[in-house]
């Protein structure tokens, strides 16, 4: 049996930002809404502290290196660094423009590679992604047994997991039209979540903590949005089978699986009228294009290189009030951060 805490939960940095939709926004959301740990919150002699961080899933969690010099992009709108002129030069840690496992890894104070401005000693980087984009389920199956397989030894009980997936799931499933009916798709994406749920599963029985975010609302992307009503709404009946799936079954004591509702985050702010949530942010040649024949994902685009220089003009900014960065892809400003200091508050409350 579920437990959900009820105590409202206010990130620091939210609180000190001005504007009646953020505070609106804040006194919507709770921990009871968007914070449901597994078994309730459990008191502790002495707080766990991360040897590790070890990050599965698909591109919401994933950062790019492409140069090797440990100033990544990731699938959202990226800062730019001030100090280079040219414009031209990312600054991957940059305060509220992170993606949400770089808040995790920020409260045990751990680095990734792809994140490393300081030059970080290779020795100390103790915080690992094996995301990769258009992750599915069964793709983190593969992640979490090859991870189990490398040199990294498999898990331990210092480690904290955090997974991601399930977008890319929901998307094939509505396009492959093997499926009869919505009936036989909504068994499939139950199937999917269930196999998220067993690979959670398998990681906490070694002692392992595992942070797992449900997946978000597809239905209220502007990719499903451009739809059409019933279509959107077919979306956003997978995303609950998918998320139904993983649920009921990931049973635990509460004290090694966390649990984080990016589907809560996503309505939120949805239903905020103050914020842009049908428009893109990341202007025309840097947005990324997927597509679904068949089931079979395609993707054409350079998202990566969307920076807070490259937006749609408008006359807000629209990195700071766009909830999308591209069709399927949320800011990193608004969703993504808000998910990390949820993800932060439901780690330090679980473990």
């Known amino acids: 049996m579920e437990h959900s805490a009820m105590t409202a939960f206010r990130p620091s940095s939210f609180a000190t930002r001005p504007g009646r939709w953020l505070r609106a926004t804040l006194a919507s959301v709770t921990l009871a809404g968007a914070l449901v740990g597994c078994g309730g919150s459990v008191s502790t002699a002495e707080p766990f502290q991360a040897g590790r961080l070890i990050v599965f899933g698909d591109e919401l969690s994933l950062m790019v290196d492409s140069d090797g010099k440990g100033n990544a992009r990731h699938y959202g709108i990226n800062a730019l660094d001030s100090t280079d002129s040219s414009g031209s030069t990312v600054a991957c840690g940059t305060a509220n423009h992170r993606i949400w496992v770089q808040y995790l890894a920020s409260l045990y104070g751990l680095t990734f590679a792809e994140c490393n401005p300081n030059g970080i000693d290779d020795s100390a980087i103790l915080a690992l992604s094996r995301a990769s984009y258009g992750a599915t389920a069964a793709d983190l199956k593969a992640q979490v047994l090859g991870f189990e397989e490398d040199l990294q030894g498999g898990f331990n ?4 997991v955090s997974v991601l997936v399930g977008l890319h799931d929901v998307l094939q499933v509505y396009h492959d039209t093997t499926y009869a009916t919505m009936a036989d798709k909504e068994a499939e994406i139950y199937a999917r979540g269930k196999v998220v749920a067993q690979m959670i599963k398998r990681m906490a029985g070694n002692g392992t903590r595992v942070l797992v975010s449900l997946v978000m609302d597809v239905g209220l992307t502007p990719y499903a949005q451009a739809l059409g009503t019933t279509e959107a709404g077919h979306l956003t009946a997978l995303s609950d089978q998918f998320n139904l799936g993983l649920r009921q079954n990931m049973s635990n004591d509460g004290t090694h699986i966390g649990l984080v509702e990016l589907n809560s985050v996503v309505r939120t702010y949805h239903n905020n009228a103050t914020l842009n949530h049908t ?13 679904y024949a068949g089931g079979t994902r395609t993707t054409t685009g350079n998202l990566l290189n ?17 909830l999308w960065a591209d069709a399927l892809h949320p800011n990193a400003y608004l969703i993504q951060r808000y998910l990390g200091q949820l993800a ?3 780690a330090s409350d679980n473990f």
């Open 157 to 160: 009980e210092t480690d904290l």
């Open 279 to 291: 428009e893109l942010a990341c202007d025309e040649d840097h947005r990324n294009t997927d597509s």
């Open 306 to 322: 969307c920076t807070t220089a490259t937006l749609v003009s408008g006359d807000t900014d629209p990195a700071t009030t766009y």
């Open 344 to 346: 932060q508050t439901r």
